[in-house]
């Protein structure tokens, strides 16, 4: 058995460097190294050729303007169908939308981190062996997820009536639960073009995919909640269907050997896959549960409301959402290469920039949000002021620390976001459930702006302690090593 992997590793290795080399050409401009070329030529990154630069240039500007025209579309959507149904109806549908997604964010595997993590160590090393099979095994995963939260989904439908407070939901429950399970292979495409470092593609995916979801809030909502869930389910499949079948071409460009097992790292990357999907999930949790907790203790035109003021936690969450996509791709690479101080001056120079930007747009829109809500969805909406001031604060936050979701994968250590994220639910569920249940939409608001600053704050306490450790770390490394072995106990 030994003698023939032997042999038909000797047989792709050729193919494999090649294959590499040429991975490496098209995914990523030359970078600055930390001593000089063995030729004794220039430092790597300090030159870079104009074509490397410009295509990196244009894959970063194009999945921005993807990102940001998906978010665009995704907006003007939502304030379109809660302008044509009412906020009674809106909050039906927003119901049913929240349900959706808990249960789909409940019951997925996240594995997409992993994918990228460990996809960029093994296409380093080119173990695309061990690739094959890590993305063999998060496809099965992935969809096991998506079929186990529309089972749920078709068992909700007959309760949810009862449940909600609502009317007639029970067929738009059982169009959605299909939902999960179509979604469910996106993730891992969208690792596929990551590794490629193909931004730009993933962003244009991602505008495909809300511009689809657009129409179907538009045409739906013109006839009803249950037409307009029906439409979100017609997007759903024809959006998996192209990143879908991009996703898959952009896989097969890496070697394809037989797959490895992934033998003595299967517990490392088990225990982070674990870890990854428990912060995933309370971080995209974070938004519909403080929704569907009120949708327990107040009523559907309540819901309607704080619905439609957590749209600007939506735009602020996507304004940095091409930061955060080319971070996660070049800091998880500078961190694999031992280039950790780069990691760090990306996350402050982000956090800077971001409060500047903060600081300059939050003053006037939040003294201006009742006349925007008046001036876009007219003055039945206005009940919704009060918790749209509160939540464009807890927004600017979250955005300031934005980094925080790419920043634990970069470094392999998911498990600070189930921390950070804990110590946010514990102060979030509360307060929703006690406010709330007081003051409605504007008690949740109240309540997201609360935990919003802790979570901040734990942050910022984490970030200071890593960074300090990790330059403790790097001074003792390079002291010679009998004072090395001094320093260390």
């Known amino acids: 058995m030994g003698e023939e992997r032997e042999k038909r590793e000797y047989e792709y290795r050729d193919r494999s460097k090649l294959a590499g080399v040429a991975a490496r050409l098209c995914t990523s401009s030359f970078r600055r190294e930390s001593g000089p070329r063995s030729s004794g030529g220039l430092q790597d990154g300090q030159y870079t050729g104009p074509l490397m630069g410009s295509r990196l240039f244009r894959r970063r500007v194009t999945a921005a303007v993807g990102i940001y025209g998906a978010a665009a579309l995704g907006i003007t959507g939502t304030l379109i169908a809660a302008n044509e149904l009412g906020s009674t109806l809106f909050g039906l549908l927003s119901i049913v939308t929240m349900v959706t997604g808990f249960f789909q964010t409940l019951f997925d595997f996240t594995v997409e981190e992993v994918l990228v993590k460990y996809g960029f160590r093994y296409s380093t090393q080119e173990r695309w062996g061990r690739l094959q099979r890590l993305f063999q095994v998060a496809i099965r995963l992935k969809l096991l997820g998506g079929l186990i939260a529309a089972l749920v989904l078709v068992a909700v439908a007959p309760v949810a009536d009862s449940l909600f407070s609502g009317h007639h939901l029970a067929v738009p429950f059982l169009l959605a639960a299909p939902i999960p ?172 920039w971001a409060a500047i930007g903060m600081a300059l ?51 392999g250590r998911p498990e600070l976001r189930i921390w950070t994220h804990g110590v946010e639910s514990l102060v979030l569920i ?60």
């Open 181 to 352: 399970l179509l979604q469910s292979p996106e993730g891992v495409a969208g690792a596929a073009l990551m590794l490629r470092s193909r931004y730009d593609l993933r962003g244009l995916f991602l505008l495909y995919s809300m511009s689809l979801r657009f129409v179907a809030l538009v045409v739906g909502a013109s006839f009803g909640v249950t037409q307009t869930v029906l439409g979100l389910l017609i997007a759903q499949a024809l959006a998996i269907f192209g990143i879908g079948t991009a996703g898959l071409v952009v896989f097969r460009s890496f070697p394809r050997v037989q797959s490895d097992p992934l033998a003595e790292e299967k517990r490392e990357i088990v225990a982070f896959a674990f870890k990854s999907s428990i912060a995933t999930g309370v971080v995209s949790l974070r938004g519909l549960v403080s929704g569907l907790l009120l949708a327990l203790v107040s009523v559907p035109r309540q819901v309607g409301f704080f619905r439609t003021a957590q749209a600007p936690q939506t735009a602020f969450a996507t304004l940095s959402a091409p930061a955060r996509m080319v971070l996660l791709a070049e800091q998880t690479r500078d961190w694999e290469e031992g280039k950790k101080e780069n990691v760090f001056r990306g996350v402050r120079r982000y956090t800077l």
């Open 361 to 411: 747009v939050l003053p006037p829109l939040v003294w201006f949000t009742p006349d925007l809500i008046s001036l876009i969805l007219g003055k039945s909406f206005l009940g919704a002021s009060s918790a749209a001031r509160l939540i464009f604060l807890a927004a600017g936050l979250q955005l300031v620390v934005g980094w925080s979701k790419s920043f634990p994968v970069s470094i």
């Open 430 to 489: 509360p307060l929703v459930l006690i406010l709330g249940a007081a003051y409605g939409a504007t008690g949740a608001g109240i309540a997201t702006l609360a935990s919003s600053g802790v979570f901040a704050l734990f942050w910022a306490l984490l970030y200071t302690r890593i960074r300090t450790a990790s330059r403790a770390a790097a001074a003792v490394q390079r002291l010679p090593e009998s004072e090395s072995n001094r320093a260390t106990p």
